[in-house]
């Protein structure tokens, strides 16, 4: 299902467990205090707790605590995650930056060279999931891509590619 702060319509059936939070244009810090998040703190760990796939894309104005909370919520979840920020980078410098965060949290997972395309970055996300799946491990993979458009902007299509990886891998 998707899944967002603001409610959304179910997605699909689930087939690999993969959770993927998106973030968009965000300023993150370590540990601020939250006030009036409780809603979206369930909502983040009901998400996370869920045995289906998960989407999650989140939004909203710059420097409210976006990403400050998901990492907080996925730190006291105790849920392993890849985190990436995109940055204004030529596609190459951004693949070879998503490589180094993906060989960080998947340090199980050979590579022997970056990433060429953000469609194997997606391939790299779903052969771990369903590498966690054939050996009965019940942890989701999670990903968050901190400051999404970013990486749109370098990759036209993108966010179909996107689109088409998760209603093929969800």
């Given at each position: ?98 490589t180094d965060d993906f060989r ?67």
């Open positions: 299902t998707c899944r967002s702060v603001i409610p959304t319509p179910p997605c699909g059936q689930n087939t690999i467990t993969i959770s993927i939070i998106l973030t968009i244009l965000i300023v993150n810090s370590l540990h601020p205090p939250f006030h009036n998040r409780e809603r979206e703190r369930h909502s983040l760990q009901q998400t996370l707790r869920s045995p289906r796939s998960e989407l999650v894309i989140l939004y909203g104005r710059r420097g409210v605590g976006k990403s400050a909370l998901l990492r907080r919520v996925l730190e006291d979840e105790g849920v392993p995650f890849l985190y990436h920020r995109a940055v204004r980078r030529t596609l190459p410098l951004q693949l070879a930056a998503l960080a949290a998947f340090p199980g997972v050979f590579l022997p060279q970056p990433f060429g395309t953000f469609s194997t970055f997606l391939d790299g996300v779903a052969f771990e999931a369903q590498a966690r799946q054939d050996r009965a491990n019940p942890t989701p993979v999670c990903v968050v891509i901190d400051e999404l458009p970013y990486l749109a902007d370098a990759e036209p299509g993108l966010l179909t590619l996107l689109q088409h990886w998760w209603d093929d891998n969800k």
